[in-house]
């Protein structure tokens, strides 16, 4: 449950939440806790950034793929342990490191790309529906 909290900021930051929160068509109260949520989580997993995208802002590595696509990787991929991570390191052209750091990412919060796992299978059910009705349309009686 959420409790009341109160900060003393500077009059230039609060212009600047004002704004942007009316720019993401959401509320300075919901603005702030997200960007504390994601300014803890970079601090605690250096080499994490949140970027934008049609579906929100989702975790991913620096100058790399989204966590969640990594995470799908490392489920897809054979072996156990550190075998495990250099294969999908290998297969994806990151480094070792930037899989453990996506794991970590994952072990602290295994809803967040749990979710996003589930929306990009959903999204390509939806496709994969798409093409069959199409070729249904499309091929000889």
């Known amino acids: 449950m959420p409790r009341p909290t109160s900060f003393r900021l500077p009059e230039d930051l609060l212009e600047r939440l004002d704004q942007e929160a009316d720019a993401s068509g959401t509320s300075v109260t919901s ?3 997200s960007l504390l949520d ?15 995208g049609p579906t929100g802002r989702r975790a991913g590595l620096v100058a790399g ?36 750091l996506a794991v970590d990412f994952y072990a602290a919060h295994p809803d967040e ?3 996003r796992i589930e929306a990009d ?10 093409i ?10």
């Open 132 to 141: 069959d009705r199409r070729e249904h349309l499309l091929s000889p009686p």
């Open 65 to 100: 793929p989204d966590i969640w696509e990594v995470i799908r990787s490392v489920r897809a991929a054979g072996g156990r342990g550190d075998k495990r991570l250099r294969a999908v390191a290998e297969s994806t052209g990151l480094a070792l490191s930037q899989v453990r």
């Open 113 to 115: 790309i749990d979710r």
């Open 31 to 33: 603005l702030v806790a």
């Open 38 to 52: 994601e300014g803890i989580n970079t601090r605690r997993f250096p080499g994490v950034v949140y970027r934008n």
């Open 121 to 130: 299978e959903r999204a390509a059910d939806r496709i994969r529906e798409l």
